[in-house]
């Protein structure tokens, strides 16, 4: 017994802007019925006492320290700008 239809593959499909022909959701709808019935196999698991994970690495945050540092002064970097006014980038308006 198939969990999804060709219909419903079809609708998706149509949802996300995607052309598919008949052929291709026969496709589609297997594979995607493959996937379900493997998540339902994963259901069946015991996971009582398992602490939920975002990751199954224990990852770190690799970044540098957001340290304070001396960069370029607001005349150096307005020096080249095309337009400025009262010491701001002058950028042409989007809104009305």
Do not use: C
Request: hydrophobic share 35%; charged share 35%.
């Amino acid at each position: 017994m198939s969990r999804i239809s060709k219909d419903e593959v079809k609708h998706v499909a149509h949802l996300a802007r995607l052309s598919i022909n008949e052929e291709e959701a026969d496709t589609f709808t297997k594979q995607l019925d493959d996937i379900i019935t493997y998540a339902e196999q994963l259901n069946e698991l015991d996971t009582e006492g398992v602490e939920p994970t975002t990751h199954v690495l224990d990852l770190q945050n690799v970044m540098r320290k957001d340290e304070p540092k001396q960069w370029i002064s607001k005349e150096d970097a307005l020096k080249n700008a095309p337009d400025q006014q009262d010491g701001q980038f002058k950028v042409p308006s989007i809104l009305e």
